[in-house]
């Protein structure tokens, strides 16, 4: 059996690293996530994050398509080679929400440079965990350090709004799961998606 690429997305605070984490477990699959999961990755994540580091959009842009291209060649491809499953915790889909969406990027720009980042190697399914603004920031303390996590409730709303119109575009490799119930109540609409796939 081939190995199945699955990925979580989703603004912050919305469950998806511990679901990712979850199901990687209980798969027996390979849990990574962008971006950082390598030596030369979590370099590069350490700048991306630093928000008293000026950047332009188009540089975080251009880091992110290069942490996830070593990602790939380096981890996510040799498993998937191997028969594994593979569990990432964000990938393409985040450059077009956070970098397009809510930098304003040109989203399609943003698709031809991740295609070359990424080649032929898609999801085999995408899991949107999704919630709202104000659910996200009940759930979590906002980092003034983090570049992403200290950006205003707007640039989280287009986030958001990115996301889903994302899924709405591929409704057969998209999955949207309401990220508002218990961790039982939104694993098990999970589990029901993907055990077709596992």
Same mark, same amino acid.
């Not at 759930?139 to 996590?149: G, L, P, S, Y």
């Given at each position: 059996?081939?190995?199945? =690429?699955? !990925? =979580?997305?989703?603004?912050?605070?919305?469950?998806?690293? /511990?679901? *990712?984490?979850?199901?990687?477990?209980?798969?027996?699959?390979?849990?990574?996530?962008?971006?950082?999961?390598? !030596?030369?990755? *979590?370099?590069?994540?350490?700048?991306?994050?630093?928000?008293?580091?000026?950047?332009?959009?188009?540089?975080?842009?251009?880091?992110?398509?290069?942490?996830?291209?070593?990602?790939?060649? /380096?981890?996510?491809?040799?498993?998937?080679?191997?028969?594994?499953?593979?569990?990432?915790?964000?990938?393409?889909?985040?450059?077009?929400?956070?970098?397009?969406?809510?930098?304003?990027?040109? !989203?399609?720009?943003?698709?031809?440079?991740?295609?070359? *980042?990424?080649?032929?190697?898609?999801?085999?399914?995408?899991?949107?965990?999704?919630?709202?603004?104000?659910?996200?920031?009940?759930?979590?303390?906002?980092?003034?350090?983090?570049?992403?996590?200290?950006?205003?409730?707007?640039?989280?709303?287009?986030?958001?709004?990115?996301?889903?119109?994302?899924?709405?575009?591929?409704?057969? /490799?998209?999955?949207?799961?309401?990220?508002?119930?218990?961790?039982?109540? !939104?694993? *098990?609409?999970?589990?029901?998606?993907?055990?077709?796939?596992?």
């Amino acid at each position: 059996m081939p190995g199945r =690429f699955i !990925v =979580f997305e989703g603004i912050d605070a919305s469950g998806k690293s /511990t679901q *990712a984490k979850r199901v990687a477990a209980q798969c027996g699959g390979l849990f990574t996530f962008e971006p950082g999961d390598t !030596v030369l990755g *979590a370099e590069l994540r350490r700048w991306l994050l630093d928000a008293s580091t000026p950047m332009t959009p188009r540089t975080e842009a251009l880091l992110m398509l290069a942490d996830r291209s070593h990602h790939l060649a /380096t981890v996510i491809e040799p498993a998937l080679a191997e028969g594994r499953h593979v569990i990432c915790d964000r990938f393409t889909a985040s450059t077009l929400a956070y970098q397009g969406f809510g930098r304003g990027l040109d !989203v399609s720009l943003l698709e031809r440079a991740s295609a070359l *980042a990424v080649g032929e190697t898609a999801p085999d399914l995408t899991i949107l965990i999704d919630i709202d603004i104000e659910t996200a920031n009940e759930r979590r303390a906002r980092n003034n350090e983090d570049r992403f996590e200290s950006a205003d409730a707007d640039f989280h709303e287009r986030l958001r709004q990115g996301y889903l119109a994302l899924a709405a575009r591929s409704p057969e /490799t998209w999955c949207v799961i309401d990220g508002r119930g218990t961790l039982d109540e !939104v694993a *098990a609409a999970i589990d029901e998606r993907i055990a077709p796939l596992l």
